[in-house]
Nanobody, 115 residues
C-alpha cells in the first residue's frame, strides 16, 4: 500500500511564504513524477508544479517565479516552496505521485492566504 502524507499548510498573510512537504511510503519504486495540484473552492483541481525523475520541472503560469518544487529521490519526498503568496493561491494542495503509470494522491493540506 502506498501513502502520501502532506504537511506544511496553514494561514499566511499576502506576500508571505509557506513550504509544503510530502513523503511517500509503502511499496515505492520507479517513481516517474511527483508534484502538487491545488483546488480552490468551487474550482477544478489544477496543476501547480511537478518534477520528473530526471529533475525536469513544470509550473502553472500563475505560480512561475514564486513557487519552487524540489525532490529528494532517496527519501521519496517532494517539497513546494511558495513565496510571494497571493489570496488567489488559497486552496487545498494535494501531493501527487505517478508510479508505473498509476497516480496516487495525498489527503490534501489547506493553504489560506489572507489579504
Amino acid at each position: 500500500q502506498v501513502q502520501l502524507v502532506e504537511s506544511g499548510g496553514g494561514l499566511v498573510q499576502a506576500g508571505g511564504s509557506l513550504r509544503l512537504s510530502c513523503a511517500a511510503s509503502g511499496l515505492i519504486f520507479s517513481i516517474n513524477v511527483m508534484g502538487w495540484y491545488r483546488q480552490a473552492p468551487g474550482k477544478q483541481r489544477e496543476l501547480a508544479a511537478i518534477i520528473t525523475s530526471d529533475g525536469s520541472t513544470r509550473y502553472a503560469d500563475s505560480v512561475k517565479g514564486r513557487f519552487t518544487i524540489s525532490r529528494d529521490s532517496a527519501k521519496n519526498t517532494v517539497n513546494l516552496q511558495m513565496n510571494s503568496l497571493r489570496p488567489e493561491d488559497t486552496a487545498v494542495y494535494y501531493c501527487n505521485m505517478l508510479m508505473v503509470n498509476r497516480a496516487y494522491w495525498g489527503q490534501g493540506t489547506q493553504v489560506t492566504v489572507a489579504s
